[in-house]
Nanobody, 124 residues
Framework: QVQLVESGGGLVQAGGSLRLSCASS????????MGWFRQVPGTEREFVAS????????YYADSVKGRVTISRDNAKNTVYLQMNSLKPEDTAVYYC?????????????????WGQGIQVTVSS
């Protein structure tokens, strides 16, 4: 079982930056495709970024492309989401996810394990 814990969220002004972290206390994350999703209450969970298990491929939603970078530090068993030039529309609960069925994913069903989510609020 993979247990994921997000950290690094909070309140930031528009134009600012945040780095979200996703750590696992269980299995090594280097074996999994990793992803970040976000959700606003009353809407569906939205893909943000993903990283293949090999680390060789990354994918980003058009809404965040150029402002967000997903990366992993295998030594720390942690995956990061660096978010720059934040906008009020980036406000959401952000979820970390790990998948073992596919080399990489952009859809929620392609991931097997989820963190509890962390709030990111961008003020205008």
């Amino acid at each position: 079982q993979v247990q994921l814990v997000e950290s690094g969220g909070g309140l930031v002004q528009a134009g600012g930056s945040l780095r979200l972290s996703c750590a696992s206390s269980g299995r090594t994350l280097s074996r999994y495709a990793m992803g970040w999703f976000r959700q606003v209450p009353g809407t569906e969970r939205e893909f943000v970024a993903s990283l293949s298990w090999s680390g060789g491929s990354t994918y980003y939603a058009d809404s965040v492309k150029g402002r967000v970078t997903i990366s992993r530090d295998n030594a720390k068993n942690t995956v990061y989401l660096q978010m720059n030039s934040l906008k009020p529309e980036d406000t959401a609960v952000y979820y970390c996810a790990a998948g073992e069925k596919y080399a990489v994913g952009t859809e929620a069903y392609e991931f097997d394990y989820w963190g509890q989510g962390i709030q990111v609020t961008v003020s205008s």
